[in-house]
T-cell receptor, first 113, second 115 residues
Framework: DAKTTQPPSMDCAEGRAANLPCNHS???????VYWYRQIHSQGPQYIIH???NNETNEMASLIITEDRKSSTLILPHATLRDTAVYYC??????????????FGEGTQLTVNP | NAGVTQTPKFRILKIGQSMTLQCAQD?????MYWYRQDPGMGLKLIYY???????DKGEVPNGYNVSRSTTEYFPLRLELAAPSQTSVYFC??????????????FGSGTRLTVV
């Protein structure tokens, strides 16, 4: 799986958009970009994933650059409850016997009042 | 749906003791996983299973054993507890190996301290 690079920490004001970047310059054509978050002391929570088109759901938007070497997770109106560690993960599509997610260090997002 | 249920939530073990961390899911997911998370670190995969009767090692399997006799249950066994196994343990499941449209579902974790 391709390696990802994320900033260790970011701050955001409550009510503003939080833009979390992720670099994955060695991503392969069959690899998706997944985002999870982990609120303190809880299990990780799936947010969104995408291949090459921008994606949006009720939680967030995912913007993937045209060359697919980087992406940005956007929380449009951050709240205090969005304070968490956000993980960007690159994973090949399809089911294989070795399928599993590899979590790196992630970005600690702190939403300030 | 309860999702992924882990028990116990907290446990203190003495060095050399054994215990089983329980994990159950009611979503009929084929894939199940055990991760550990040390303080301030990311998650590391211990073992995973792609279906009943099939298990395989992850990144850090030493000191652990698993079994998967049914789709619903995936217990993790610690035979001789060591201080290095002090960690938070998360169980997860998924319908597809790549997570599919709903990703992986995680349990709330078991906080284990070995003294």
């Amino acid at each position: 799986d391709a390696k990802t690079t994320q900033p260790p920490s970011m701050d955001c004001a409550e009510g503003r958009a939080a833009n979390l970047p992720c670099n994955h310059s060695t991503i392969s054509g069959n690899e998706y970009v997944y985002w999870y978050r982990q609120i303190h002391s809880q299990g990780p929570q799936y947010i969104i994933h995408g291949l090459k088109n921008n994606e949006t759901n009720e939680m967030a938007s995912l913007i993937i650059t045209e060359d697919r070497k980087s992406s940005t997770l956007i929380l449009p109106h951050a709240t205090l409850r969005d304070t968490a560690v956000y993980y960007c993960i690159v994973r090949a599509v399809g089911e294989t016997s070795g399928s599993r997610l590899t979590f790196g260090e992630g970005t600690q997002l702190t939403v300030n009042p | 749906n309860a999702g992924v249920t882990q028990t116990p939530k907290f446990r203190i073990l003495k060095i050399g003791q054994s215990m089983t961390l329980q994990c159950a899911q009611d979503m009929n997911h084929n894939y199940m996983y055990w991760y550990r998370q040390d303080p301030g670190m990311g998650l590391k995969l211990i073992y995973y299973s792609v279906g009943a009767g099939i298990t395989d090692k992850g990144e850090v399997p030493n000191g652990y054993n698993v079994s998967r006799s049914t789709t619903e249950y995936f217990p993790l066994r610690l035979e001789l507890a060591a201080p290095s196994q002090t960690s938070v343990y998360f169980c997860a499941s998924s319908l597809r190996g790549d997570g599919g449209n709903y990703g992986y579902t995680f349990g709330s974790g078991t906080r284990l301290t070995v003294v």
